[in-house]
């Protein structure tokens, strides 16, 4: 294989990129803006995603930067805990029975680091333009003004054209690739906004017993609270028919009323934005395969977007170099039931991350939102208190919402 072209420089890209690297597989990753993006909406890295970074050799360095969480609490806003969940009950099947809480942003620099060192290429600046059809291989058009052949820029006056066996789209949900190629991308807008607030608060004070990630139930105004190695992070839902700077403003307020310290909470950071569930109609086309946000998007409410796509990256990069992905539970993994879903044809792989898509990431997220914005939360009560109770009903709850079941066959 001569060469692969990654668009997008984000967890998803590099990660395929370097997949792809490590098999000995020239690549070139093509990035829209000037450097790696310092925004961190996703933070929470589940098991499996742990077990395929490891087997990229860029596990240990995550680790150091981020933090474990071996549990995760279901709470009510007036009544304190309902259920925490604890992830030992994976111990038979994966080596890491816990979630690591970093943002994705200080990832992708290990990412980086790692594919440089085996050869791989990104370039900054190059925002994809088109992708024209070639006879054979996959050609992308970027909108810098030279040509690259062999990673050697050559300046033209008609743009940027590099040239590769396959294309693999992590360019986000706003997908250049997608949009070229105009694969309808469908599904839903959710009515909320989401709202993200940033906190050196030591939130575990104000409200005692919390976990590093909760999911907190209430009739009026749900909310969620993460912890992540440097800030709470608090999302909160916001009705549609509002300005931005308005609930910019009442954010104050609202942070007061989860918990009262007495004064406004210290604000790091907070951004405010849409929330969509949507699949491209194909994960494949011709040469080209998506991944990512490019392919699926989803609702936060479980921390699976992040982690399916990395799942995708390391899957379809596996597919094209026609083995198992390295370090997953897809890879001969001891865990019971595990398969080698990397094996197959891009086409196959890209059709099986289809129905992940769709039956597990997407079904799970949204479960999650209908959950938490329950008109009668107290009736899901009982049955989380069951479910924590119970190690093997656990077990059958966190193999799904972990990804593990998404990454086998039917038992």
Known sequence: MSRVLVAGAGPVGLTAALTLARGGVPVTVLE????????SRASTFHPPTLEM??????????????LVARTFQYRDRSGGPIATLDLGVLTGDTPYPFRVQCEQSKLTPILLDHLRRHGG??????????????????AVTTDTGSTFTGGVAVTTDAGDTFTGDWLIAADGAHSA??????????????PERFLVASTTEPVERLLPGLEPINYVFDPGEWLVLLRTPDHWRVLLPTPPGTSDEAELARLPARLRAVADPGRDWEVAHASLYRVHQRVAATFATGRVLLAGDAAHVNNPLGGLGMNSGIHDAVLLAASLLGSPSPG????????????RLGDGSPPEVAARRRRVALDHVGAISHGNWEKLRSSDPAAHHAELRALAADPKAARAHLLRACLISSLREPE
């Open 177 to 190: 690739v997608r949009r070229a190629l105009d694969i309808p991308f469908e599904g839903l807008t959710y």
């Open 121 to 138: 290429e990104v370039l900054f600046g190059q925002r994809v333009t088109g992708v024209p059809a070639p006879a054979g291989g996959v």
């Open 328 to 339: 997953s539970p897809t890879s001969g993994s001891s865990a019971p039931g595990s398969s």
């Open 32 to 39: 829209a803006g000037p450097e790696l993006a310092a925004e």
């Open 53 to 66: 970074l490891a087997g990229l050799g860029v596990l240990d360095e995550l680790m150091e930067r981020g």
